[in-house]
């Protein structure tokens, strides 16, 4: 059975930092590719970065590469999401996500598997 279970989530004043981790199981994912997704209270959840798990070429979709950084540890089957100089409009519940194939995939569609989430609150 294929999990992924957030963590690293809280509550953060405006211009810290924060590293969410996405401990994976189950299958292997060498031909998958792992994300981070956020929605914030009354929006759409939103692609944040993505890393393909083999290669570990990452890619992403809007402006939040300079602040945000994916990763992943093959020995520790976890991915990463390093946060820095957070604002409030960050707050939300993160999410990852593993979608299989060989693309790079970043609407909530294409992914087939999802964590609980883990929330994030940054303070004013």
């Known amino acids: 059975q294929v999990q992924l279970v957030e963590s690293g989530g809280g509550l953060v004043q405006a211009g810290g930092s924060l590293r969410l981790s996405c401990a994976v199981s189950?299958?292997?994912?060498?031909?998958?590719?792992m994300a981070w997704f956020r929605q914030a209270p009354g929006k759409e959840r939103e692609f944040v970065l993505g890393?393909?798990?083999?290669?570990?070429?990452?890619y992403y979709a809007g402006s939040l590469k300079g602040r945000f950084t994916i990763s992943r540890d093959n020995a520790k089957n976890t991915v990463y999401l390093q946060m820095n100089s957070l604002k409030p409009e960050d707050t939300a519940v993160y999410y990852c996500?593993?979608?299989?194939?060989?693309?790079?995939?970043?609407?909530?569609?294409?992914?087939?598997?999802w964590g609980q989430g883990t929330q994030v609150t940054v303070s004013s």
């Open positions: 996500a593993a979608a299989r194939g060989y693309s790079y995939p970043t609407n909530r569609g294409e992914f087939d598997y």
């Open positions: 189950g299958r292997t994912f060498s031909n998958y590719a």
């Open positions: 890393i393909r798990w083999s290669s570990g070429s990452t």
